[in-house]
Every structure is written in C-alpha cells, then in structure tokens.
C-alpha cells in the first residue's frame, strides 16, 4: 500500500473531511517535491528547515502555514508514527483581522448579478442561513424540512450537526430551482457538460460558485475583498444588528466556542453607533 493511501484511510478513520483530507495529501505533497523525495526519507531537521522556509522565505499566510502543519504533523505522527519535538514547536502566526463584512444593500446587489439560476440559488442559501460553502453545496433534498422551516445542515466542519432557520423567500427559491433538475439527492447537483444535472453523481463545484462570486463582485463595481465566506460573515453581523441574542447565532454558525462568535460584536454598526455618539459629545464638551 502506497503511503499516500495509508494516509488517506488514516484520515477517514479519523473522520476527517473530504476537503480536509485534499488539503493534507496536497502539503504532504509539497513537502516531498521541496525536497525531491519520498516524505517518509525526510528528517527531522529537513522538517524544521522547511517550515522556516515557509515562514521567513515564502511568508506565508496564517491560515497556509496552519494547513501546511497540521497535514504534514497528522502524515508525520499518525501515518509514519514519528513524534518529533520540531512538529510541537512550530506555530501559526496569529493574525487579529477583523473579516470583511457587506451590508444588506451590498448582498442584494452582488446576488442581483448572477445571471444563472443555480449559482444564484446556491449562494442566496449560503447567505440566507449562515453557510460556509462546502455546506452551502453539499445540500440534500432531506436536509430541507418545510414543514419546520429549518435547514439540517449535516455536511459540516468537524462534523458538528446543526438547524439553522430556513427563511420562506429562500424556500420559495430553492423550489423553483429544484424542479429545473428534480434530482433525488442534491439540491445542487454538478453541472457537467454533456450531462443532465439530473443524472450527477455529485454535487456542484465549489469553485465553480467561487468563481461566479468574483464575477459577480466584480460587476456589481463593490471594491471591497469579498469571497463566498465573506456572505456567512454578513449573515451573522446582519443578525446582531437585528437584535438576535449572540448564543443564538453561536448556534446557527456552529461554532464551538462564544468567542469566535463574539468577533461581530466589533462589526454592527448598530454598537459602534452609539459609542461613536458619545465619543463625538465628549470631545464637542472638551472644547466647549
């Protein structure tokens, strides 16, 4: 058995994702073609070599050098069994950005330029219920329950299973895209050439709906770095400023932890509003 494969099952034993376990074959890969050799030759101080490559040679982002660890330590530890002091010494950078948010007016605007129905169906559901792609995609017929109008999102990060609100508009949508296919799996099968979407064996591209994204953001003349999880921040920051309690949007998003939830507290306008009232009172007062 290639090591490649070992690895691979080592995963799905694991239970990781199918786009996790992509990622981690890929800088495995890299790895062994940086150094032009199988990555099982590859020593400890090589390891170490490569990581301050990535760091101060490559500068790499925060969330590549994460990737980049967290694969080639899971090859390292659980395929090859090497426990190695280098792999419990190397960190991601930690990086305190505040994500790009859009305001309502900017959502309907960037949807309005889709021109094909599925890409618009896909990415107003990812909007409309707080969804990260994969998720957004990854939608079966069962997972909508009308009778309820919640979403059951069951393809999710560390496979933590959620409801999320399902609202009319967006199920009124999601009909009218259905029965252009009727396929008895996917709400968004892949669109292939020669290939009814009927017949698909799997479901449509994410980077095909990354890709009408940027198309769309780029017509719509909107000059900020937005990106289909730029939609999800958005869906989250608009329900803060609607007034929606922060545990329950901790819920919808699934996150684990109130503080990564908590990030969008620094994004409503309706907080910073009032605090840059007062700021503006207090220095009118100072030089009265």
């Not at 199920?171 to 017949?199: C, D, K, M, N």
Request: glycine content about 4%; proline content about 3%; charged content about 20%.
């Amino acid at each position: 058995m290639s090591l490649r494969q070992r690895m691979i099952e080592d995963m799905q034993l694991r239970g990781l994702s199918t786009s996790t376990q992509e990622n981690y074959v890929r800088v495995v890969r890299q790895l062994a073609e940086y150094y032009g050799k199988s990555p099982d030759r590859i020593t400890e101080e090589e390891l170490r070599q490569y990581f301050l490559y990535l760091r101060n040679v490559k500068q790499v982002s925060r969330s590549t050098c994460r990737i980049a660890l967290s694969g080639i330590k899971f090859f390292f530890q659980h395929t090859l069994g090497r426990a190695w002091p280098t792999l419990n010494l190397v960190r991601s950078r930690q990086e305190k950005k505040l994500p790009v948010v859009l305001s309502v007016a900017e959502v309907r605007q960037i949807l309005g330029c889709l021109r094909r129905l599925h890409y618009r169906a896909c990415l107003s559901t990812i909007y409309a219920c707080g969804l990260r792609l994969q998720e957004g995609v990854h939608l079966q017929v069962t997972n909508i329950d009308s009778a309820r109008m919640v979403v059951h999102v069951s393809y999710s990060k560390g496979q933590k299973e959620r409801y999320v609100p399902l609202p009319e508009r967006t199920l009124e949508l999601l009909r009218q895209y259905w029965v252009t296919h009727r396929h008895p799996l996917w709400i968004f099968p892949a669109r292939l050439r020669g290939v009814s979407p009927a017949l698909a064996t799997k479901p449509m591209s994410g980077r095909g709906v990354q890709r009408a994204f940027r198309a769309a953001l780029q017509e719509s003349g909107l000059q900020k770095r937005a990106s289909v999880h730029t939609l999800r921040h958005s869906y989250a920051t608009h329900l803060l400023e609607a007034g929606v309690n922060l545990r329950v949007i901790q819920a919808y998003l699934g996150h684990s932890f109130l503080t990564t939830t908590a990030i969008y507290t620094h994004l409503t306008q309706d907080v910073e509003n009032p605090a840059v009232e007062a700021l503006n009172q207090v220095m009118e007062d100072l030089w009265a």
